[in-house]
């Protein structure tokens, strides 16, 4: 099947959302996709705010981009947008490192108050870097994740669902991606 970059940009060790992005990398793993796990919050801050473009966790981030038939971004919403960390990766990638890549955009947060966020701040980032799709995102709030004292995720039935059917849009729109490009090739 495809590769699919999945990229968790938040801040936090403890995050909601980075457990969630890592949850569904399960799905789309049992789905047949090869899933290449990315915590921004792991790449160096002196890389990041420094816009060191030869520092090889930055190198190491680009190339993972470039390898990916498709990208799943996870971020928390802060003040209405995804977050900074996030932004100081997309800004260190080339203009067009989501070029002719199916992308899915995932947000959580704690009120329904940022829930276009998705639309208005990051799917305008995403579709300038040339994605070729980007799919129907879907926005989690943080009080339908709970995270047990053994780590294990559980997401409330409602969002789980709406969950379940963007990543398996997600699965199908990259299947069929792949399928043209090998066509093509």
Request: charged share 15%.
């Amino acid at each position: 099947m495809a590769t699919v970059l999945s990229v968790s940009g938040s801040p936090s060790v403890n995050s909601r959302t980075a457990r969630l992005v890592r949850h569904l990398d399960l799905r789309l793993t049992a789905e047949g996709h090869e899933v290449l796990p990315l915590d921004v919050r792991t790449i160096p801050a002196e890389a990041l705010l420094g816009a060191d473009f030869r520092h090889p966790a930055i190198v190491e981030a680009t190339e993972l981009f470039a390898r990916a038939d498709g990208v799943v971004i996870g971020t928390p919403v802060y003040k209405a947008a995804y977050s900074g960390l996030l932004k100081a990766l997309l800004d260190l990638l080339p203009q067009y490192a989501l070029e002719g890549k199916t992308v899915l955009p995932l947000a959580t947060g704690g009120t329904t108050a940022h829930v276009l966020a998705i639309d208005y701040a990051l799917r305008p980032v995403l579709s300038s870097m040339g994605a070729a799709h980007i799919v129907q995102g879907w926005f989690t709030l943080d009080k339908d994740i709970t995270v047990g004292d053994d780590g294990t995720l559980t997401v409330a039935p409602g969002s789980a669902e709406a969950l379940a059917q963007v990543v398996d849009q997600f699965s199908v729109a990259l299947g069929s991606r792949t399928t043209l490009l090998a066509a093509a090739g």
